[in-house]
């Protein structure tokens, strides 16, 4: 075999743009034709899904696609579930809880209901148990960087963060309307992000909280999140995007109560009303299986054509456009209409009024009526 050289004198190719563009066209309409997110469903279950935890030590149980053993030892349902870090220990809560939770590095658990009560997995008693009002929590999860901090969400619609080394709450905030979910990003400790019933998600700084569905949870890399909604989808986000790079459904799905991502990230796990859990790709369009290293390449290569191309209409229309059920669209079509009318409605407010007496809050400070220290 010869080395072939290559020139890269920009006037030897003059239509070299124009052939990328093409690339990039072509590679965005294929991402379409081979996006099959959808892998398979695990049955097992007579009842609705509501709660799952995955094992950071093994994943076989959860990718076989059936049930590997069962714990029966609740008498109603099962509210909320959590594994310890060498995945040894599994937790559950039932109707006396609405949520429990397992510290990242420790032996300390918590769970969440008329109060806060903070476990060791050797006592029969709780070590310490904190209360902020005569809300019920529904949520409750650790931080992966520090473990003596918490974050919970209340039926009061307030987000409170809790210090195991502090005798009380450390800081609330209460919202609007009512947070279903809490989940933090693993590479930026920092930070977490909210599911509210508002059809939104907002992402704090637990350092500043001043940053602005059922269920969510980040990827390992903590550069996107999954969330799951009534509306029977489910949703991918980039951790600072404001729109959802992916939506999943499908005919037979209903209400989606929980979703997880794959401790290597490839996956989504989600579960819902329909008593079945369903296993879908991270990413729609991948090629499962083993890739040659040309393959890898060629993947690679058609991917950083269509982001440099992606601001170009045509490319920018193949990339966002989704097939959507009638009801999920007349749905976001009604919402849209809302909201174009209330900021309507306040410009109008504010243009017949004295000058100086209409202060026009911020979005992101709108959502939070009271902050608490």
């Known amino acids: ?51 799952m935890a995955k094992n950071p030590n093994h994943l076989k149980g959860i ?30 809560c039932g109707t006396d809880c609405t949520a429990v939770d397992h510290q990242w590095d420790g032996d300390l658990f918590a769970t969440a209901g008329a109060q806060v009560d903070i476990w060791d997995h050797n006592r029969s008693q709780p070590l ?28 009061d619609r307030s987000i409170t963060i809790y210090d195991l080394r502090m005798s009380s709450p450390a800081r609330k905030i209460i919202m609007r309307t009512k947070t279903n979910s809490i989940a933090w990003n693993p590479m930026e400790p920092m930070n977490f992000t909210a599911a509210n019933e508002d059809c939104n998600c907002y992402s704090y700084d637990a350092r500043k909280l001043y940053e602005a569905k059922m269920d969510i949870d980040y990827s390992p890399t903590g550069r996107e999140f999954v969330t799951g909604s009534y509306d029977r989808t489910i949703r991918i986000f980039q951790y600072n995007g404001g729109h959802s790079r992916e939506i999943y459904h499908t005919k037979r799905m209903q209400r989606v109560f929980c979703v997880k991502f794959s401790c290597d990230g490839s996956y989504i796990i989600s579960g819902s009303d329909d008593t079945n859990l369903r296993l879908w790709k991270a990413k729609a369009s991948e090629q499962l299986g083993v890739l040659l290293p040309r393959e890898r390449r060629n993947h690679e ?39 174009e009318a ?23 400070k709108r959502r939070i009526i009271q902050e608490v220290e």
């Open 1 to 51: 075999m010869k080395r072939v050289f290559r020139n890269y004198d920009p006037n030897l190719r003059k239509q070299e743009k124009a052939v990328e563009y093409v690339r990039a066209l072509n590679a965005a309409k294929l991402e379409k034709i081979f996006a099959r997110p959808f892998i398979g469903a695990m049955d097992g279950h007579i009842d609705a899904v509501s709660c």
């Open 63 to 92: 990718f076989s696609g059936r049930t590997v053993c069962q714990f029966p030892g609740h008498q109603g349902p099962v509210r909320g579930l959590t594994a310890s870090t060498n995945g040894r220990i599994l937790l559950s």
């Open 301 to 339: 290569y058609l991917e950083a054509v269509k982001n440099r191309y992606k601001h170009l209409p045509e490319v920018k229309r193949i990339v966002r456009h989704r097939h959507l059920p009638k009801p999920i669209y007349k749905a976001a079509a009604l919402r849209r209409t809302m909201t």
């Open 128 to 155: 310490n148990t904190f209360e902020w009002g005569n809300a019920t929590s529904i949520s409750v999860r650790f931080n992966p960087g520090e473990p003596n901090i918490l974050a919970t969400s209340a039926s």
């Open 342 to 364: 209330e900021r309507r409605k306040e410009e109008r407010r504010k243009a017949h009024s004295e000058p100086g007496t209409v202060q026009m809050e911020p979005l992101r």
